[in-house]
């Protein structure tokens, strides 16, 4: 499976450098973007949100002449926006971040994360999607935190993580995003919780309980297999024909 998704981040990497600079420059996940919502910890009306707000971030920087002129990128979990990227100077950054804040008056805040300086390269912007896309991988590979609870965003080798999660699994994040060779540092903008959610122990109770409902199942089908095999034996050893049907 993480051979699978490694081979997925590498092909992904290889379309980016091939000319779909729009997609490098969204600063999204790449390894897995069919994931199921069924664990994530955000409503289904978060999510909608968070997507919503994702894309109307983008439409607006592609048309922003200021944006338009740095190298941005957005990371947005329960409305709160993570702007993180290259501004040519502090003038240019302040006027996109104010506009941020006055266009997407939905936002709970505005996380600045944009450092001053030239952008950086195609080349770097490409080593940051395999970077989010190995780390999203890797999150596949252990069993502290469910991946579809962790954001990830890599700019010019900086992971930014954010999430609701506990500070286990928080730590588990962390130590596997910098196991990805690349990462120059972490940083989190967590949402930690002191309790897992209520619905999700029971979702894990039930599915703890089917799965044993369905281990009983098979153990009750092998015991009347077996069952069935010696009354076959009998009734041979009796002369009975063999394969008599019961």
Not at 109 to 114: G, K
Request: charged residues 25%.
């Amino acid at each position: 499976m993480k051979f699978l998704l490694q081979s997925l981040v590498i092909f992904t990497s290889i379309t980016f450098l091939s000319g779909c600079v729009s997609l490098i420059s969204a600063g999204a996940s790449t390894a897995i973007t069919a994931i199921s919502v069924e664990n994530d910890r955000r409503t289904s009306g978060e999510i909608v949100d968070d997507k919503t707000l994702d894309l109307r971030l983008l439409t607006w920087s592609s048309s922003n002449e200021a944006a338009s002129q740095s190298n941005i990128s957005f990371l947005v979990f329960k409305k709160s926006i993570l702007v993180a990227g290259q501004a040519p100077d502090a003038k240019t950054k302040s006027l996109i971040l104010s506009e941020i804040q006055s266009k997407f008056t939905e936002a709970n805040r505005v996380i600045d994360e944009i450092s001053i300086s030239k952008n950086i390269s195609f080349i770097d912007k490409a080593k940051d999607v395999a970077i989010t896309g190995l780390i999203e991988a890797s999150l596949f590979d252990q069993e502290v935190v469910n991946p579809t609870h962790i954001r990830v965003m890599t700019e010019n080798g900086v992971v930014y993580l954010m999430g609701d999660v506990m500070k286990r699994e928080a730590d588990s994040a962390v130590k596997v995003a910098s196991s990805v060779n690349g990462v120059k540092s972490i940083i989190k903008h967590f949402n930690y919780l002191t309790t897992r959610p209520e619905s999700e122990i029971l979702k894990e109770k039930e599915r703890s309980l089917k799965l044993e409902q369905e281990k009983l199942k098979a153990l009750s089908e092998k015991e009347r297999e077996e069952k069935r095999q010696n009354l076959l034996k009998q009734l041979k050893e009796l002369g009975s024909p063999e394969g008599t049907p019961f």
